[in-house]
DNA sequence: TATTGTTATACTCTATAACTATA
DNA sequence: TATAGTTATAGAGTATAACAATA
């Protein structure tokens, strides 16, 4: 039999089951988990050129020309020339991509309280605040991973 | 001002970081997240053949060749022929393989440490709880959209 | 001279379909 | 006939490098 699965185990299984469950959401609508990224990056920082885009997604702007592209095409983004400087372009949701963020966003919102109900009352702010604390360390872990190479 | 994080966001950030940092430790092992797996999974279930590991990893018996050749050519698993069945190979892991499993493990464990250590002692059986709550909830959740699609 | 976005090229992961050798 | 693994082909996401237009 095996062993109590750690804390690491745990959070892999979940990390797992969520991008299970976004591709799975995302499918039927013709969007990848790279698009919808890039998607809701521009909902939440505001029209930007690629270059910011590459730089928000942490990916080359090489990588964000393709996705453009792509979102383009299926209508949920338009480039708009950049108002002051002719080599850019700025990228801007259009109002089906505006549509589909808040649809995703409202599904985001669902599921949330779903798993937060999903946790003894009692243990809900204990729960709340270790996953704050969890966040802030694995952040901080990385953040001195990088800058000690 | 944003509003606090929701648990959906929170998760979704320990995914992002939990897939960062380990992107991190394989790469310099040239190791990429999907040989690392099905290495994880030959040292969990035995060595057994590529059909049983592409249920396992839920993938295509093709895309399992394509990960076992470039294992081979690492060193960290071996084609060995099937006691009974001539058509199949049982994937073994060499000594390499197993030592880089066993590295990883402890890294996990040591990860799993940390974290833990990072929550409020008096608030960590309530995450743990809670934690194992998210888990069954998030896999009882898809079980059902794959039940009625 | 430096930067923005693109073309060119390549690699990994993934999938489906057709094929070979065995069962 | 069915199964195990492969070849053939395709597409998405990612990267680097070289190049055009513009700053």
Redesign the interface.
């Known amino acids: 039999m095996d062993a109590a699965p750690?804390?690491?185990?745990?959070?892999?299984?979940?990390?797992a089951?969520?991008?299970?469950?976004l591709s799975?959401s995302l499918e039927p609508l013709g969007l990848s988990r790279a698009r919808m990224h890039l998607l809701w990056t521009v909902h939440h920082v505001g029209p930007r050129s690629q270059q910011q885009l590459a730089t928000a997604l942490g990916v080359t702007p090489r990588n964000v020309t393709g996705l453009v592209d792509a979102l383009v095409a299926s209508g949920h983004v338009v480039r708009a020339p950049h108002p002051s400087d002719r080599r850019a372009f700025v990228v801007t949701l259009t109002d089906s991509g505006s549509g589909f963020v808040a649809e995703a966003a409202a599904e985001?919102?669902r599921?949330?309280r779903?798993?937060?109900e999903?946790?003894?009352a009692?243990?809900?702010?204990?729960?709340?605040?270790?996953?704050?604390?969890?966040?802030?360390?694995?952040?901080r872990?990385?953040r001195d991973?990088e800058q000690a190479p």
């Open positions: 750690t804390v690491f185990d745990q959070l892999q299984r979940v990390a089951l969520l991008d299970h469950d799975r985001h919102a599921t949330s779903d798993l937060l999903s946790v003894d009692g243990d809900r702010d204990a729960f709340t605040r270790g996953l704050a604390a969890v966040v802030d360390r694995l952040e872990t990385i991973a």
